[in-house]
């Protein structure tokens, strides 16, 4: 089955460019659009080896031409900016499920030449990891993995990190009328060119709604999971569990916790940087009229041999920076971008003399942005981010890559 729909025609009708001044030099902004009119175009992003993957869980828009089927554009990093390279699909449906599979790309991994993208089976309670591998250049369906019978309602996988053949996918569980049931890591092994289930993560600590797998990040040879929603007994919220893989399994490590009683939700994005360091973002997400006004902040570990050694927070350098500040994290090395859930502005830090420095706040000038909302990442000291609620009916969404041209000639490595 075909699952690569070539769209040469859309190259370059689906991105525009606009060149801003940033504090750090020339910087071009450039909107990726959607190939395929969609919804929540954005919601699911990687980078790898400079190649951008963009999912849009393209669910039942009415402007859709192509069923329920989500989808996820591939871009490489050309030196003219971010260029269109191909679409990936769904694959292994069957004639009875015309529609595809919704959902697929909320939520996209990618590492080498292995891609997992989450997805749901149309008209099913069959939720689904789609790993393809790249062959010669183009993107081959691999194998569909279907969520294991957990005995309660409908489910739905939310993130997903693969590393060195290591594949970990966390889904939420709802009963049959909808309500959040609990959260769960399931992990996957490479053997012999497929992916085995080895079973779910193990946790020492548990609470319904804790959020467990909003996040997830590798860290060197460990795994970071963020735990956002749990609330221990003095009040801190959130927690992030960290794991070593032995013996053909992941083994709990320790628990990272934030230092003071806060309403902020430590844990909510995870990222490694540069020297294996575990960037953690803390961003308030209260949106209650009565929410704490105070503003979010990144915290930063490095690996001991007995667990973690804390190191500085970050903050903006902004005189009012939003509350949402470390909604969203990606970095490629000693560069780190954050992002402000709900808000049209996105940060580029750099890592020098042994700390990160705020060196560049990019805000679009495109008036059609709904604030950006979704991830970041970076590949190189390109930062791109998604915008997945734009549009005015539906939500179909836009990702804007703010790219350093002048440090490009350094390639990726």
């Not at 075909?2 to 689906?14: D, E, I, Q």
């Not at 699911?44 to 089927?69: C, D, H, I, K, R």
């Not at 940060?347 to 495109?366: E, K, N, V």
Request: proline share 5%; charged share 15%.
């Amino acid at each position: 089955m075909k699952n690569l729909r070539p769209l040469a025609a859309v190259l370059w009708a689906c991105v525009s460019l606009t060149a801003v001044q940033a504090a750090a030099g020339q910087v071009s902004e450039q909107k990726l659009s959607p190939s395929t009119p969609g919804l929540y175009y954005g919601e699911g992003m990687a980078v790898s080896q400079g190649y951008l993957f963009v999912g849009s869980e393209q669910g039942y828009s009415p402007e859709s031409t192509n069923g329920s089927n989500g989808y996820v554009d591939v871009y490489s990093r050309q030196a003219a900016g971010w260029e269109y390279d191909s679409t990936v699909t769904a694959f292994g449906l069957g004639p009875l499920l015309p529609n595809g599979s919704d959902h697929f790309g909320n939520a996209v991994a990618v590492d080498g030449n292995w891609m997992a993208v989450a997805g749901h089976v149309a008209n099913s309670n069959i939720e689904s990891i789609y790993v393809f591998q790249r062959i010669n250049g183009t993107w081959v369906a691999s194998q569909r993995l279907d969520r294991p019978d957990h005995g309660t309602g409908p489910s739905v996988n939310e993130t997903v990190v693969m590393r060195s053949g290591h594949l970990l996918v966390a889904a939420e569980d709802f009963d049959d009328i909808g309500d959040v049931q609990g959260f769960r890591v399931l992990a996957y092994e490479l053997q012999g060119g497929s992916f085995i289930l080895l079973g779910e993560l193990g946790r020492p600590l548990q609470q319904a709604l804790d959020g467990f797998g909003s996040s997830l990040a590798f860290v060197g040879d460990r795994l970071a999971v963020g735990a956002p929603g749990y609330v221990d007994e003095s009040g801190k919220r959130g927690m992030v569990f960290t794991y070593v893989f032995n013996d053909a399994q992941w083994v709990h490590l320790s628990l990272l916790q934030p230092d003071g009683v806060s309403p902020l939700s430590f844990g909510q994005s995870l990222a490694e940087c540069f020297g294996g360091q575990l960037v953690v973002g803390v961003p308030n997400t209260d949106n209650s009229t009565s929410g704490s006004s105070l503003v979010g902040y990144l915290a930063t570990y490095m690996p001991s041999e007995v667990g973690w050694s804390e190191g500085p927070t970050v903050q903006s350098t902004d005189a009012l920076p939003p509350k949402s500040f470390g909604s969203s994290i990606g970095c490629d090395g000693g560069v780190l971008g954050v992002a402000t859930r709900g808000a049209n502005v996105a940060y580029r830090f750099i890592f020098a003399q042994g700390a990160w420095q705020q060196s560049d706040a990019f805000a679009t000038s495109d008036p059609a942005t709904a604030g950006f909302a979704g991830p970041i990442v970076v590949s190189a000291r390109d930062v791109l981010v998604a915008d997945m609620f734009q549009g005015s009916t539906t939500p179909v969404g836009a990702v804007y890559a703010f790219d350093d041209d002048a440090l490009f000639a350094n390639g990726f490595e």
